[in-house]
């Protein structure tokens, strides 16, 4: 197993092309202005718990998936989930706010509830019985239209047969009926992004809904990347269009009540800050937390 590697062409040292990631465009597809206030004038939001602890989830059980199988149990799972978490403290000092110190008993319950998603995992798989190919994969690839796409995949497996199996680990707390539309968007993406780098169509798509104990698999055809493909080159090309006109419109749905930026959204009566112009080179990549969900 290969832990983080990129599967991409190499880029010349701190050049990044502007591409599209599934979140991004999922942002976009959302609502216009939110992709601008991420993508474009890059506003900071403050991570909930919920978030953070997907994060940290994921990271235990990469980390998990690098020991020798035998090791993959879930009390070893338990066990890397403090080095996890304070490692991401170390990286993003700033998560520390969301709790008032080591000794804050909402940080314990908080640990309690990111344990409890792991031995969900392993009521849904076990992990001495598998030998990913790679986990939290970087992928990227170009489509003939030149549109760039980038994202990162939780887990590949690959049979001895050959066949691609994409796994993507959900740990929000919302029924997965709420989020499958935007999860199946983000697994079309992966499977279209490998089925154009290695040339080989992933015979499933995997999503583990780990809070409600739950799997759901897909297996996603040719005519359907395609049509999907399509879909992601119209986004594309009206980001573009956004993008050379500043005109990102708000969207105003149920989610904006998720939105960090509603009192910088005229829909809400806030006003946006001027237009930066289009980001040059980069218009924002994902960062670790929207790897998680
Ligand atoms: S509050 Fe709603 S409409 Fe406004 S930017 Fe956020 S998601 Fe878009």
Redesign the pocket.
């Known amino acids: 197993m290969v832990d983080s590697q990129a599967e991409t062409a190499p880029q010349p040292a701190g050049v990044r092309r502007p591409a599209l990631s599934p979140s991004r465009a999922g942002d976009f597809k ?2 216009p ?2 992709y601008r ?1 991420r993508a474009v004038d890059r506003l900071p939001e403050t991570p909930t718990r919920a978030q953070v602890r997907g994060t940290v989830v994921h990271s235990v059980l990469e980390r998990l998936f690098s020991l020798p199988t035998a090791e993959r149990g879930p009390e070893r799972a338990r066990a890397l989930l403090a080095p996890a978490w304070e490692d991401l403290l170390a990286a993003e000092p700033g998560l520390g706010e969301l709790f008032d110190g080591a000794g804050d008993p909402e940080l314990a319950r908080w640990l309690d509830s990111a344990n409890a998603l792991l031995d969900s995992y392993f009521e849904l798989e076990d992990p001495r019985r598998l030998e990913p190919e790679a986990c939290e994969l970087r992928v990227e690839t170009e489509l003939e239209s030149g549109v760039l796409l980038r994202g990162f995949i939780d887990r590949v497996d690959v049979a001895p047969t050959g066949e691609i199996r994409l796994v993507d680990y959900k740990t929000g707390a919302a029924p997965r009926e709420i989020g499958e539309a935007k999860a199946m968007f983000q697994m079309k993406f992966y499977a279209l992004v490998l089925w154009r780098t290695r040339g080989e169509i992933p015979r499933q798509l995997l999503l583990m809904y780990l809070s409600d104990k739950q799997s759901l698999a897909y297996t996603p055809d040719e005519a359907e990347l395609r049509r999907f493909e399509r879909t992601l080159e119209a986004i594309w090309q009206a980001i573009l269009k956004a993008g050379r006109t500043g005109d990102f419109r ?4 149920r ?2 009540d998720y ?1 960090d ?2 009192p910088l ?1 005229p ?2 009566g806030g006003t946006p800050p001027p237009y930066p112009g289009w980001p040059e080179p980069d218009p924002g990549p994902e960062t670790v937390l929207d790897r998680t969900d």
């Open positions: 959302q609502c202005l939110l206030f708000p969207n105003p749905s989610l904006c939105c930026h509603k959204c829909a809400f």
